[in-house]
């Protein structure tokens, strides 16, 4: 039969380093593309 697991047991560090970067990376995407739009709203490119 198989075995109960105890969610105290897992290590999840690595998971929320990845997901601390996937958030920092899609907040610099947006602030990027946000300040790319403004630019070309003010010079009406």
Do not use: C, Q, Y
């Amino acid at each position: 039969m198989a075995e109960k697991t105890n969610p105290d047991d897992f290590d999840i560090t690595e998971h929320e380093k990845a997901f601390e970067g996937l958030v920092r990376a899609l907040t610099w995407g947006a602030g990027i593309t946000i300040a790319v739009l403004i630019f070309l709203a003010i010079f009406n490119s």
